[in-house]
């Protein structure tokens, strides 16, 4: 448990262990900020956790009044009033706990204000995009999951790093010699313990976060690694100490605000949620998805969600109906996703045909392609090509156009066309 020493001998009272553990049952993250509250109250008051109570039950105006003159103090040093409506709220769970029904009924200016957070807002997709880039592998699933699936942090990996998003959690993932995915988009499962409003539900993942996915395991075979249904989406560094099964939440976010920092951006990983939701916004208003199902993919309680948790399952027919609804929003979500026009036709196009060859996704991002010459481009798909052949055996061959029929009765498999007007084809051994 991650807490500073002096709150924690806060728990050496029995009472404040008994609630403590109770909070705890419910969420690791929400006991732990509320002892730290409970803490940091008595240490500003000069009290003591019992002393509350006494004080409360004995004149509760007195009590009351305390407390106002408590928020009065902290509202002339300029605190926010987020910042203290923490404090109204840890005293009525301690004194709630402990049967004790008493009102606080100050007023607390600016209580649902966020200063830090107020002037924050969205990225673009080419904002996005960039963040991409410079993440590592690892930073860029989790970037992934948030924007394109709008899943918070703590599912990816909990506070105390004991459980998080499993490969078995990708329901269309296929573990065999090659990594791959049965279906687009792919339903991303998030447990209930895993849910911020503790109940089960899903989302979804298209093709751009699908690649990233499989690439960062394709890397991680490499390693040595053996991956199954039950290891961890997010793995630690090989070259780091494993000190938990999962992620802790904060090293997931440590890897999200890196990538952001390093793109030139101030933004906290939190806001990647905040894009989810901002593109669930704009397919919902253009009848893409409906309010219900962007409610239940976003992990919000409402129609769907009781269904889903009263029937235990949806019927395939609507899953596969919320599936579809995913997949015309994507264009929303997904920085390959954009609209093509005459500037950016031959861009996608040259990434598209470097993705067919072999390239990965990351060596694409890092060629510039907006100068290259003809020349040049078609060097770099015949280098790729050639280096394919020499690794696989050349199972692999450059054959013209008009043959491809032929081949393709004789076993051989379409692979792609080259801007030289040759195809590649894959032999059938």
């Not at 409003?197 to 990233?212: K, L, N, P, V």
């Amino acid at each position: 448990m991650t807490m500073q020493p002096k709150y924690r001998n806060l728990l050496l009272d029995d009472d404040v262990r008994r609630w403590f553990e109770n909070l705890n049952a419910k969420s690791v993250l929400t006991a732990t900020v509320a002892l730290r509250n409970l803490g940091h109250y008595c240490e500003l008051t000069m009290t003591t956790p019992k002393e509350i109570l006494n004080k409360a039950i004995t004149n509760e105006k007195d009590f009351r009044y305390e407390f106002t003159d408590f928020v009065r103090k902290l509202e002339k040093e300029s605190k926010a009033g987020s910042y203290i409506a923490r404090f109204k709220k840890v005293i009525l769970s301690w004194l709630k706990f402990n049967d004790i029904r008493l009102q606080l009924t100050v007023n607390i200016s600016g209580e649902n204000e966020t200063p830090t957070i107020v002037n924050e807002r969205v990225p673009s997709k080419e904002e996005l995009a960039r963040i991409l880039r410079k993440a590592t592998s690892r930073g860029r699933v989790a970037i992934a999951i948030m924007a394109f699936s709008g899943l918070r942090p703590e599912s990816l990996g909990d506070y105390e790093g004991t459980d998080g998003l499993r490969l078995g959690d990708l329901k269309e993932l296929k573990l065999s010699d090659e990594i791959q995915f049965d279906k687009m988009p792919v339903k991303v499962m998030v447990k209930s313990k895993l849910s911020k409003a503790r109940h089960q539900y899903f989302s979804f993942i298209g093709e751009e976060g699908a690649t990233y996915i499989k690439e960062y395991l394709e890397e991680r075979r490499k390693q040595g690694e053996e991956l199954t249904y039950e290891s961890p989406l997010l793995q630690f560094d090989v070259r780091g100490t494993k000190k938990n099964a999962f992620l802790r939440t904060t090293l997931v976010t440590r890897d999200i605000r890196e990538a952001i920092e390093n793109s030139g951006l101030k933004m906290r990983p939190y806001v990647l949620r905040a894009y989810f939701s901002t593109a669930l916004d704009i397919a919902e208003s253009k009848g893409l998805i409906s309010h219900p199902w962007r409610q239940f993919i976003m992990g919000h309680k409402g129609d769907i969600e009781a269904r889903y948790s009263t029937n235990k399952r949806l019927p395939p027919s609507v899953i596969e109906e919320m599936r579809e609804a995913y997949k015309k929003s994507t264009k929303f979500l997904e920085t390959r996703h954009d609209e093509l026009d005459e500037d950016n036709a031959l861009l996608y196009l040259q990434q598209q045909l470097l993705s067919a060859v072999g390239y990965k996704l990351e060596e694409i991002d890092k060629m510039d392609l907006t100068d290259i010459s003809n020349d040049d481009f078609q060097k770099l798909l015949r280098n790729k090509v050639a280096g394919a052949m020499a690794s696989n055996g050349s199972k692999q061959r450059l054959v013209p156009m008009n043959e491809i029929e032929k081949l393709l009765g004789e076993g051989y498999e379409f692979q792609a066309v080259l801007p030289n007007g040759k195809a590649i084809m894959k032999m059938p051994f």
